[in-house]
């Protein structure tokens, strides 16, 4: 499995609260990325990175942030949490953008409950 | 990317080959077809992709029609650990981050 480890796995936290949660890659993969998963939608990108300190919008990126100071760390912070944002986060990696092989690894998943 | 359709839930008996099928009618000719799947309270995990040729690997084969509308995920010989959630999803190779738009996918359940 390649090395991608999420913290924390689970979290419940107030609404209006701030909640970083942590991406942590040991395969020096260029490309990050943060999903969201929720019953009925599937997965959705929220922000991606393609080196460090670059980062670019996904497609549900209202209320969260991203940084990438380092390769292998990637930030999630949803700036003040609401229960909307109570889902499973995904973190995953690639190596390359675009190629004949076009494989992301996974993390296991952050459970994060906005009470 | 194109948009894809696939059934909700599909049923397999232990040992015969799960057939799990994908539309993407809208598919233009330089987006490629993706499977992946995700096994409960896990993240995704890659399984195959084609542009047109028929494909297949390790763990999978995947048959993508003449038109490209369609295409077929073919498990040949499923297990229990196959019971997963399939995702088809359809996207260009545009050379910027592979930003991957899943779906609600097919709940595949093998079964003894």
């Known amino acids: 499995d390649a090395g991608i480890t999420q913290s924390p796995r689970h979290k419940v936290t107030e609404t209006g609260t701030p909640v970083t949660l942590r991406c942590h890659q040991t395969?020096?993969?260029?490309?990050m990325y943060w999903y969201r998963q929720d019953p009925g939608h599937g997965l959705r990108l929220i922000h991606y990175s393609y080196g460090v300190k670059d980062t670019d919008k996904g497609e549900v990126s209202d209320g969260y942030s991203v940084s990438r100071s380092k390769t292998e760390d990637f930030l999630l912070t949803l700036e003040s949490a609401t229960s909307s944002q109570t889902s499973v986060y995904f973190c995953?990696?690639?190596?390359?953008?675009?190629?004949?092989?076009?494989?992301?690894?996974f993390g296991p998943g952050t459970r994060l409950t906005v009470l | 990317d194109a948009k894809t359709t696939q059934p909700t839930s599909m049923d397999c008996a232990e040992g015969r080959a799960a057939n799990l099928p994908c539309n993407h009618s809208?598919?233009?000719?330089?987006?490629?077809v993706y499977w992946y799947r995700q096994i409960h309270s896990q993240g995704p995990q890659y399984i195959i992709h084609g542009l047109k040729n028929n494909e297949t690997n390790e763990m999978a084969s995947l048959i993508i029609t003449e038109d490209r509308k369609s295409s077929t995920l073919i498990l040949p010989h499923a297990t229990l650990r196959d019971t997963a959630v399939y995702y088809c999803?359809?996207?260009?190779?545009?050379?910027?981050?592979?930003?991957?738009?899943f779906g609600t996918g097919t709940r595949l359940q093998v079964t003894l």
């Open positions: 809208t598919i233009s000719g330089n987006e490629y």
């Open positions: 395969e020096n993969h260029r490309y």
């Open positions: 999803i359809v996207r260009r190779h545009t050379g910027t981050a592979s930003k991957l738009t």
């Open positions: 995953a990696i690639s190596e390359r953008p675009d190629a004949l092989y076009n494989e992301q690894f």
